[in-house]
């Protein structure tokens, strides 16, 4: 069974199912496949009681045939060496996909973050940085980390003022963390990229008609229903795109305390706000609890959206899945035979390493913002405005259409940073699920999504390692 093998060697073996398609040296696959750079370190926390905790923490660089590494940092009371590599490799092949020029990274503080006040936790964090500075795991030009399971904003401001002190020197160690708050050299549309990302490449994924009708679907996500597991950043943001902006469904969510479902129709900000009050999903009106934890993931609906983490789907449930498209949001939400066994049964599974690249998008733009100081938009903007008003005044002084004030507020809007970054975000999310469904389609019916996005990754990174002399 392979839900038995650890969650690296699940990378690995679907990397292995990928390169056996490639022609490249196995001298080089072994090379884009390894862990370049790991460190397990610890460190004492006074916690407010007086009493002291040994930390542990990972960083895993997996690939330095780009520089600087990314990838976030995630806090969990099982994180472990193994799950902090297959992150950072997962990473590598991420960027790949979405030509982000950066390696794979990951970190792991292995804490439940909600045992410990916020104070610890800044100190945790503040050493954790320390830590990373001292042994050349961070800079903006070396290994960049960003948010990931229970860390946000608040955590990366840390971090960043933490390496800013430690390097006074470094005009761009505002690049050393990304998704930080936008007053702390963060950028607009960050918090929200990987749950846009999810959006947009699901309603592109369901715009192609000839694979919408192969799963007996429409095209378009207009009705389509959807059930979302986890509602925390990524789940709530994606959640949110695809009932405001795509019209479609949330028929069920799973949370940590359980699952609810409700055919007609989920309003998201109104369960946000239920949660907030009650501290729980369960008992949200017109809504039923369903009796066990997971068992929103094999409610009735087209889209399974799986946002909290790894092994969500096995061998144990994937045969009862009733989704016909499943968009992996977290990252490794599906173990490598369940993989298979839904690929075989027809399911449409759109890959992490692909789907949920919105987040790592957006923080490659925060991180040139912080290169270049100076924000998108900030010099054209206002040129673009006066050009189009200009282009709108001649378009009526030669054709007598007078535009209205709404019109030319529209038409002649010069792009913020926010227009930038969204635009951005869809131009690649679109631009990979074409590049990976073309190989898909150039191997054949038994090559799924998953292997074609790891074969695009693989060629890429062999490229890269053939251009810097390592390979001939
Ligand atoms: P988060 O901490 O904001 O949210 C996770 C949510 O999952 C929480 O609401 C939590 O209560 C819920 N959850 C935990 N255990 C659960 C369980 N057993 N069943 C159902 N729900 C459960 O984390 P996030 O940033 O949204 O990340 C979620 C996943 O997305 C992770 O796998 C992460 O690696 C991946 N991811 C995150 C980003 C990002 O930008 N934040 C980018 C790419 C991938």
Same mark, same amino acid.
């Given at each position: ?9 699940q990378v690995?073996?679907n ?5 056996a398609?490639t ?9 884009i496949k390894?862990v370049n750079?790991?460190?397990h ?6 916690r407010?009681?007086?009493?002291l905790?040994v930390?542990h923490?990972?960083?895993a660089?997996h690939?330095?045939h ?5 990838g ?6 099982n994180?472990?060496?193994d799950?902090v590599?297959?992150?950072?490799a997962l990473?590598?092949?991420?960027c790949?996909? &979405?030509? &982000?020029? =950066?390696?794979?990274?990951?970190g792991? &503080?292995?804490?439940?973050?909600h ?20 042994k050349n795991f961070?800079?903006?030009?070396l290994?960049v980390?960003?948010p990931d =399971?229970a860390?946000?904003?608040r955590e990366?401001?840390?971090i960043a ?6 390097n006074?020197h470094?005009?761009?160690a ?5 998704a930080?708050?936008?007053g702390q050299?963060?950028?607009r ?5 990987t749950g846009?990302g999810v959006?947009?490449g ?8 000839e694979d ?11 009705g389509?229903? @959807?059930?979302v597991q ?6 709530y943001?994606a959640a949110? =795109?695809m009932?405001?902006?795509g019209g479609?469904v949330? @028929?069920g969510?799973v949370?940590y305390?359980?699952s609810?479902s ?6 998201i ?7 907030r009050?009650t501290?729980?999903?369960?008992? =949200?009106?017109g809504?039923?609890?369903?009796p ?5 993931l094999?409610?009735e609906?087209d ?5 909290a983490?790894?092994?969500a789907?096995?061998?144990d449930?994937?045969?009862r899945i009733?989704a016909k498209?499943i968009?992996?949001a977290?990252?490794?939400p599906i ?6 066994h ?10 992490d390493?692909f789907i ?14 912080n ?6 938009g900030?010099?054209?903007k206002r040129? @673009?405005e006066?050009?189009?008003?200009m ?7 030669s054709?007598?259409r007078?535009?209205?004030d709404?019109?030319i ?11 930038l ?5 869809e ?9 990976i ?11 799924d ?7 695009t990754?693989?060629?890429k990174?062999?490229?890269s390692?053939r251009?810097?002399?390592v390979?001939?």
């Amino acid at each position: 069974m392979t839900a038995d093998l650890s969650f690296f060697d699940q990378v690995n073996q679907n990397f292995d199912r990928a390169a056996a398609l490639t022609a490249h040296p196995p001298g080089l696959l072994e090379q884009i496949k390894s862990v370049n750079s790991v460190i397990h370190f610890t460190f004492p926390l006074i916690r407010d009681d007086g009493s002291l905790k040994v930390i542990h923490a990972w960083r895993a660089e997996h690939s330095h045939h780009k520089l600087p590494t990314k990838g976030g940092i995630r806090y969990a009371a099982n994180v472990t060496e193994d799950e902090v590599m297959a992150l950072a490799a997962l990473m590598t092949y991420k960027c790949a996909i &979405v030509n &982000v020029p =950066f390696g794979g990274a990951k970190g792991g &503080v292995r804490i439940s973050a909600h045992e410990y006040s916020v104070g610890e936790l800044e100190r945790i964090t503040r050493r954790f940085t320390f830590e990373l500075n001292k042994k050349n795991f961070i800079g903006p030009g070396l290994d960049v980390p960003a948010p990931d =399971f229970a860390t946000s904003g608040r955590e990366m401001a840390w971090i960043a003022d933490t390496y800013m002190t430690l390097n006074p020197h470094d005009i761009d160690a505002l690049g050393c963390v990304t998704a930080k708050p936008v007053g702390q050299g963060g950028i607009r549309g960050r918090i929200e990229a990987t749950g846009r990302g999810v959006y947009f490449g699901l309603r592109e994924a369901c715009t192609i008609v000839e694979d919408m009708r192969a799963l007996g679907l429409n095209p378009g996500l207009e009705g389509k229903t @959807v059930v979302v597991q986890g509602l925390g950043n990524v789940g709530y943001h994606a959640a949110k =795109f695809m009932q405001e902006n795509g019209g479609a469904v949330i @028929v069920g969510i799973v949370e940590y305390e359980g699952s609810i479902s409700k055919p007609s129709g989920i309003d998201i900000e109104s369960l946000m706000a239920h949660r907030r009050e009650t501290g729980s999903i369960l008992g =949200f009106p017109g809504a039923r609890d369903l009796p066990n934890r997971d068992d929103g993931l094999e409610i009735e609906c087209d889209i399974l959206i799986p946002a909290a983490l790894e092994n969500a789907i096995t061998m144990d449930n994937a045969p009862r899945i009733k989704a016909k498209i499943i968009a992996e949001a977290a990252n490794g939400p599906i173990s490598s035979d369940a993989s298979q066994h839904l690929f075989q049964r027809g399911v449409l599974i759109l890959p992490d390493a692909f789907i949920n690249a919105g987040g790592v998008t957006v923080s490659y733009f925060e991180w040139l913002k912080n290169l270049q100081h100076v924000r998108f938009g900030r010099m054209e903007k206002r040129f @673009v405005e006066s050009s189009s008003r200009m282009l709108l005044s001649a378009i009526e002084s030669s054709t007598n259409r007078i535009f209205s004030d709404l019109e030319i507020a529209e038409i002649a809007k010069g792009p913020g940073e926010i227009d930038l970054v969204n635009s951005g975000l869809e131009e690649t999310m679109i631009e990979a699920y074409h590049e990976i469904r073309e190989i898909k389609k150039t191997r054949g019916e038994d090559v799924d999504l998953r292997t074609a996005s790891m074969i695009t990754a693989i060629d890429k990174v062999a490229v890269s390692y053939r251009e810097l002399g390592v390979f001939p």
